[in-house]
């Protein structure tokens, strides 16, 4: 398929080859879906034999990238396999030299602990270890070791507030407890949890929350809490009502408990089907209840940075590493605060639309710069689009561009 033609120069973002990231094009192809359909002329485009030798690790995103649901998306086996081993050459059974890459798998999701997702990898095909998976769930886990260690080192008083209440499922639980952590809530608590607001109803004085069924119901004032919760982690829960919210706010605003999110991704392509609302929707509502900003575990957070440096990445030269996600706020933010290189995939939340619209504001925001008068503003706005790691989010731009876009994940070997 002939490559689209340029569009007539303007001031245009799309016209501006440095505002546009470049497009990674299987080596067979022409060009890429995202091209055609927009019609956007990309200044640079690098095949992916090309860019698979400038990188010796890759960080996979695992939803909208991988699979959708319990579902590989097309080619990613062939993908996966083709990474398989440690990073090298070799000679393939056709003579053609292949590149072995190392590969991690880099997931938001907080519902399956890394052996859980050892095995969905196993079920569906992929060849992978323990030690490649990263979800938030374990990076949450030991976030909270680090706090606890922390405080036993400044030899603070004892307290009896040891427990951590979980909105989530088995996964996150059970991380927990592998790290040491005695736990409450979770999925333990969802049956129990068959409870309506009575004064929604139209109650009257005196009325509170309705427990139980049929005969058993009856109605209570207040709900009781354990108050040696110290941590809230709230993770996706697919069981997620108001007596859990009315319990994590207890613990929050009652016992000052610390309160940690797994992640804050708004959805999820958790079936092959439809996207779902995701685990940003339940810390939404415990944010909105107690008006405390929780830390964040998952992308793009510093402490899931903290945690690849120190556990995963070491002193590997960050040039040759690069996150694929299919989100512009979490994977490709994430790979920015990283200091790594990011491809976006086209195959899951972001739609050409959204990401157009992101280069859009980096075109507008890097001709005001360029064209401020005022040297000081100047200089300041063009600190703000190159926000360092450790930089709080304010300090960041409101747009994010990938350095590549790429179709779908599988074209990397294609």
């Given at each position: 398929m002939p490559h689209p033609s340029p569009p007539p120069a303007s001031s245009s973002p799309l016209s501006s080859r440095s505002s546009l990231p470049c497009l990674i094009v299987p080596t067979a192809s022409g060009c890429t879906e995202f091209a055609v359909k927009e019609g956007v002329h990309v200044g640079t485009r690098q095949t992916s034999a090309d860019f698979?030798?400038?990188?010796?690790?890759?960080?996979?995103?695992?939803?909208?990238?991988?699979?959708?649901?319990?579902?590989?998306?097309?080619?990613?086996?062939?993908?996966?396999?083709?990474?398989?081993?440690?990073?090298?050459?070799?000679?393939?059974?056709?003579?053609?030299?292949?590149?072995?890459?190392k590969i991690y798998f880099l997931t938001n999701n907080s519902t399956k602990t890394r052996k859980g997702f050892l095995k969905k990898l196993e079920a569906l095909g992929v060849r992978a270890e323990e030690d490649q998976v990263v979800c938030s769930a374990v990076v949450a886990a030991w976030y909270l070791q680090q706090r606890r260690a922390a405080?036993?080192?400044?030899t603070e008083p004892a307290t009896a507030r040891e427990l951590v209440y979980v909105i989530g499922e088995a996964g996150l639980v059970e991380e927990l407890q592998n790290h040491g952590f005695k736990t409450i809530g979770g999925p333990s608590a969802s049956s129990s949890c068959r409870s309506v607001c009575a004064g929604a109803r139209g109650g009257g004085r005196g009325a509170g929350v309705s427990a139980g069924r049929g005969r058993n119901r009856k109605s209570v004032s207040a709900c009781v809490f354990s108050r040696d919760v110290g941590a809230v982690v709230v993770g996706l829960d697919r069981s997620f009502n108001y007596y859990k919210l009315q319990y994590a706010q207890l613990c929050i605003n009652e016992n000052k408990a610390f309160f940690l999110a797994t992640n804050r991704d708004p959805l999820g392509n958790f079936t092959p089907?439809?996207?779902?609302?995701?685990?940003?929707?339940?810390?939404?509502?415990?944010?909105?209840?107690?008006?405390?900003?929780?830390?964040?575990?998952?992308?793009?957070?510093?402490?899931?940075?903290?945690?690849?440096?120190?556990?995963?990445?070491?002193?590997?030269?960050?040039?040759?590493?690069?996150?694929?996600?299919?989100?512009?706020?979490?994977?490709?933010?994430?790979?920015?605060?990283?200091?790594?290189?990011s491809v976006l995939t086209l195959t899951g939340v972001t739609d050409p639309a959204l990401l157009l619209k992101n280069i859009e504001m980096r075109h507008a925001a890097t001709q005001a710069a360029n064209g401020a008068a005022d040297g000081a503003a100047g200089k300041k706005k063009r600190r703000l689009t190159t926000a360092a790691p450790e930089e709080t989010d304010e300090s960041e731009p409101p747009y994010v561009v990938p350095d590549f876009v790429i179709a779908s994940a599988a074209q990397l070997v294609q």
């Amino acid at each position: 398929m002939p490559h689209p033609s340029p569009p007539p120069a303007s001031s245009s973002p799309l016209s501006s080859r440095s505002s546009l990231p470049c497009l990674i094009v299987p080596t067979a192809s022409g060009c890429t879906e995202f091209a055609v359909k927009e019609g956007v002329h990309v200044g640079t485009r690098q095949t992916s034999a090309d860019f698979l030798a400038s990188v010796d690790v890759l960080l996979f995103d695992c939803d909208g990238v991988l699979w959708h649901g319990d579902k590989l998306l097309p080619g990613v086996r062939a993908l996966l396999d083709a990474f398989a081993g440690e990073p090298g050459n070799e000679q393939a059974a056709d003579g053609a030299e292949r590149v072995r890459k190392k590969i991690y798998f880099l997931t938001n999701n907080s519902t399956k602990t890394r052996k859980g997702f050892l095995k969905k990898l196993e079920a569906l095909g992929v060849r992978a270890e323990e030690d490649q998976v990263v979800c938030s769930a374990v990076v949450a886990a030991w976030y909270l070791q680090q706090r606890r260690a922390a405080r036993a080192k400044a030899t603070e008083p004892a307290t009896a507030r040891e427990l951590v209440y979980v909105i989530g499922e088995a996964g996150l639980v059970e991380e927990l407890q592998n790290h040491g952590f005695k736990t409450i809530g979770g999925p333990s608590a969802s049956s129990s949890c068959r409870s309506v607001c009575a004064g929604a109803r139209g109650g009257g004085r005196g009325a509170g929350v309705s427990a139980g069924r049929g005969r058993n119901r009856k109605s209570v004032s207040a709900c009781v809490f354990s108050r040696d919760v110290g941590a809230v982690v709230v993770g996706l829960d697919r069981s997620f009502n108001y007596y859990k919210l009315q319990y994590a706010q207890l613990c929050i605003n009652e016992n000052k408990a610390f309160f940690l999110a797994t992640n804050r991704d708004p959805l999820g392509n958790f079936t092959p089907t439809q996207v779902w609302a995701g685990a940003g929707a339940m810390v939404a509502a415990v944010e909105a209840a107690t008006a405390t900003k929780p830390e964040v575990a998952g992308k793009p957070s510093r402490i899931l940075r903290e945690y690849l440096l120190r556990h995963i990445l070491g002193d590997l030269p960050l040039d040759r590493v690069c996150l694929v996600g299919d989100r512009l706020d979490t994977d490709i933010r994430f790979a920015e605060r990283l200091g790594v290189r990011s491809v976006l995939t086209l195959t899951g939340v972001t739609d050409p639309a959204l990401l157009l619209k992101n280069i859009e504001m980096r075109h507008a925001a890097t001709q005001a710069a360029n064209g401020a008068a005022d040297g000081a503003a100047g200089k300041k706005k063009r600190r703000l689009t190159t926000a360092a790691p450790e930089e709080t989010d304010e300090s960041e731009p409101p747009y994010v561009v990938p350095d590549f876009v790429i179709a779908s994940a599988a074209q990397l070997v294609q």
